[in-house]
């Protein structure tokens, strides 16, 4: 082929008209996956038939399910989309946030120990509640009262003692305090729990004031109206006080003679000090 011949139709080639973009399949392809995923997100996001909105409560008592209900269905909008005046949200179940949700709940609610939020397809959300159980009730020197539970936290207050109830104090507490706060540390409100169960259970007597005199020790006010000391040292063992204990209560102290019981001081290592009306006089 001449010269001529070839830059005459290279020449044409360049000239013909390309087929249209409209015409070539790979565009229809992408234009319908384009169609499938925009039309997936907005069934994942906007269908009605996925949008949280029955919710489920169980095992509460003192907080209102109405109260519970509201703070669930304020907090459960995903925003999508916040430019200028255009707000997008979505209440797709998919996108709710139970972790998240939780610790609204948790903060709202002190009377809330802990909650468990599981998802039931396609618009259900379950709440499964547990309550603070109360121990007794803490008291500060400023004369504030609240609930306590068995994890040294504060969650409800009270102006009245209830019947029977244990008054837990510290001495050095000057503080103010606010629910949901842990105001007595775990080792000693663990330290009451058992020293309460092992005397109700035992030896049928109640728990009335347990003062945390000093980070050291604890002084626990019977139902009889003696007191009991324990050590709370760290190389202290308060299984092993409460073992000395229930011996005495068992064995040497007579159920008629704890009348005449003044304290029993369990602080020494190696031995457990008595005072009653006739060894200490009075």
């Known amino acids: 082929m001449s010269y001529r011949k070839k830059h005459v139709k ?8 390309r087929k249209s973009i ?18 997936a997100f907005y069934f994942f996001l906007f269908y009605s038939g996925l949008q949280a909105s029955n919710i489920v409560i ?19 909008n995903t925003g999508l989309i ?17 972790d998240k ?20 397809l396609p618009q259900t959300l379950i709440l499964g509640v547990v309550e603070r159980k109360p121990l007794g009730v803490y008291c500060n020197n400023q004369e504030q009262c609240f609930l306590i539970d068995q994890n040294g936290i504060i969650f409800e207050p009270v102006y009245a003692a209830p019947e029977g109830a244990t008054i837990v104090r510290q001495a050095s507490d000057n503080n103010q305090v606010f629910t949901g706060e842990e105001a007595v540390a775990q080792n000693i409100i ?23 005199s000093s980070p050291l020790r604890l002084n626990i006010k019977t139902s009889e109206s003696w007191q009991i000391y324990f050590d709370l040292s760290p190389d202290s063992d308060i299984n ?21 019981l003044r304290y029993i001081n369990l602080i020494p290592k190696d031995r457990a000090i008595i005072c009653d009306n006739n060894t200490c006089g009075g």
Do not use: H
């Open 58 to 76: 169980s095992g509460n008592e003192k907080v209102k399910t109405q109260d519970l209900r509201e703070l669930v269905l304020t907090n459960i």
């Open 101 to 120: 949700l939780n610790k609204e709940i948790l903060e709202k609610f002190p009377v809330i120990e802990k909650i468990k939020i599981d998802k039931n």
């Open 190 to 212: 663990t330290a009451i729990s058992k020293i309460q169960k092992t005397l109700k259970d035992s030896f049928q007597i109640s728990v009335t004031d347990a003062l945390i």
């Open 22 to 39: 409209f015409k070539r399949p790979w565009f229809w392809v992408l234009i319908l996956i384009l169609i499938i995923i925009c039309t």
């Open 82 to 98: 916040n430019i200028w005046q255009i707000k997008i949200t979505s209440r797709s179940i998919f996108l709710v946030d139970t």
């Open 10 to 17: 290279n020449k044409i080639s360049r000239i013909k008209p």
């Open 240 to 260: 092993l006080q409460l073992t000395k204990l229930s011996l005495l209560l068992s064995g040497e102290i007579e159920p008629d003679s704890r009348k005449n």
